[in-house]
């Protein structure tokens, strides 16, 4: 990873400035939005070389390409608001399971145990997909310049995503017996894990009141529209809704997290400070 310049560059001392008034909670913000990129990025990436044919492998790598190259702008911003002597690199490879700040749906593995499901990485895909849209194109208008560049950037790419994945949810949902079933599967498993998104807490409210950041929970009627939309068309049933709230935000993941982080950080970490 390298530091990437976007259109707002300049403006980043604005930024800092910002960030000396809100405290930890602009980084601590900005590593959320992050750490949602990277840990999709890598877990979409296991499918390089495995997936169901070879489109849908070419499509899955350039989306996790997508995803990697926004969490470097975001940790890359990160660092520097920061200022701790950290860089990007320093963020993804050199914490621990802990300190990583994605919503626990994205760390979840492709599949139930070990044997991969295409339905599971789509129907996730799409639920991720169809909250980004709107939460990159709200944060477009960030006070934070180098957060809305990047937004900006990355609202084109999520679009993309979600056209991909609610075109294979409705080929799957109004496909074969069998693909039916595990696309309503897939969604039923993963559905409880959506209400994370809806979770306020002080970090995301005092993000949104001094405009940097927005609530998501103000975005859930757009994802319902986007999300029922697709259902319909597809034939499927919108599972029910849970209590269930899980916590990767808060930095409590499941047990997938650990393994998934020690085999992305394993090189870095066994020859720190290696360029190549």
Not at 28 to 52: I, K, M, T
Not at 159 to 174: E, K, N, Q, T, V
Request: charged share 20%.
């Amino acid at each position: 990873m390298t530091t990437v310049d976007t259109p707002a560059q300049g403006a980043a001392g604005g930024a800092e400035a910002a960030a000396a008034a809100l405290g930890p909670e602009h980084v601590e913000y900005l590593l959320r939005l992050g750490d949602n990129a990277l840990v999709l990025g890598q877990r979409l990436s296991e499918w390089c070389g495995h997936g169901p044919v070879l489109e849908e492998d070419l499509a899955l790598t350039n989306i996790a390409l997508d995803l990697i190259g926004q969490a470097r702008l975001l940790l890359s911003h990160a660092a520097r608001l920061e200022a701790r002597g950290r860089d990007e690199d320093a963020l993804a490879y050199f914490r621990d399971e802990q300190a990583f700040r994605n919503w626990t749906l994205l760390e979840l593995p492709n599949g139930e145990a070990k044997h991969d499901d295409y339905a599971v990485t789509v129907a996730r895909n799409f639920l991720h997909s169809a909250l980004m849209v709107e939460l990159w194109q709200a944060l477009a208008g960030s006070t934070d310049p180098q957060l809305a560049a990047i937004a900006a950037k990355s609202l084109k790419e999520a679009r993309s995503h979600l056209r991909h994945s609610a075109d294979w949810m409705i080929r799957f949902g109004d496909g074969t017996e069998d693909s039916h079933a595990r696309a309503q599967a897939a969604l039923d498993r993963l559905w409880p894990y959506t209400n994370e998104f809806w979770a306020a807490d002080p970090v995301e409210q005092r993000a949104a009141a001094n405009g940097i950041g927005v609530s998501t929970a103000a975005l859930k009627p757009a994802w319902d529209q986007t999300v029922d939309a697709v259902l319909a068309e597809a034939c499927l049933k919108r599972p029910a809704d849970s209590n269930f709230v899980s916590t990767g935000k808060l930095g409590r993941h499941s047990e997938f997290l650990g393994y998934l982080l020690a085999e992305m950080q394993s090189l870095a970490r066994q020859h720190p400070g290696a360029t190549w």
